[in-house]
Antibody, heavy 127, light 107 residues
């Protein structure tokens, strides 16, 4: 079964770039039914969807973060990555990678949900 | 963005109780609504998709209903392992959004 695992620095200085990688195991990242997704969680704002990347490199970012977010995919390594630039303390959060799985409902429309998720990576922004 | 408002924010209940959590969307999302359970220190886990479809392996005491703007998650016969935080999430459009969460605590 598919599993995801985040990796990257746990501490980032203000104004620098946060970089995380998600490694997919147990299945291929080249999948037409999967949107590889980043989500973060803070006590104050709850769960916030950052965006997703498709295996061919197509992306969609949350407009609230779009100016600072870049996602990429490395199909040879079965990995996808997140870069968040110009970070501040407000970007301190647990960052999750997840699969946004799209399945065809019997009624002819597509149903999506997040699963599986990585275990989460706490990233603290502090000098 | 579509706003999802959950109520209550927290509730206290006893083992065996029937618990209902509601989620209201700021506009119609048809049935593009999922429910997740999050245990402390763990990632959320999908319980219900498409408003009412129970995910594989999820106990039948969990059920979901609703369409349009009003949705409900019901736990019939609360078990000790059900004490957690529950989130609704819409997939009607991007950006995907979540409710603020409902924490179910032991009374």
């Amino acid at each position: 079964q598919v599993q995801l695992q985040e990796s990257g620095p746990g501490l980032v200085k203000p104004s620098q770039t946060l970089s995380l990688t998600c490694t997919v195991s147990g299945g291929s990242i080249i999948s037409g039914d999967s949107y590889w997704t980043w989500i973060r969680q803070t006590p104050g704002k709850g769960l916030e969807w950052i965006g997703y990347i498709f295996y061919n490199g197509n992306t969609y970012y949350n407009p609230s973060l779009k100016s600072r977010v870049t996602m990429s995919v490395d199909t040879s390594k079965n990995q996808f990555s997140l870069n968040l630039s110009s970070v501040t303390a407000a970007d301190t959060a647990v960052y999750y990678c997840a699969r946004d799985l799209s399945t065809l409902h019997s009624s002819g429309y597509y149903v999506n949900w997040f699963g599986p998720w990585g275990q989460g990576a706490l990233v603290t922004v502090s000098s | 963005d579509i706003q999802l408002t959950q109520s209550p924010s927290s509730l206290s209940a006893s083992v065996g109780d029937r618990v209902t959590i509601t989620c209201r969307a700021s506009q119609s999302i048809r049935t593009f609504l999922n429910w997740y359970q999050q245990m402390p220190g763990k990632a959320p886990k999908v319980m219900i998709s498409d408003a009412s479809t129970l995910q594989s392996g999820v106990p039948s005491r969990f059920s979901g209903s609703g369409s349009g703007t009003d949705f409900t998650l019901t736990i019939s016969g609360l078990q000790p392992e059900d004490f957690a935080t529950y989130y609704c999430q819409q997939t009607y459009t991007t950006p995907r959004t979540f409710g603020q969460g409902t924490t179910v605590e032991i009374k």
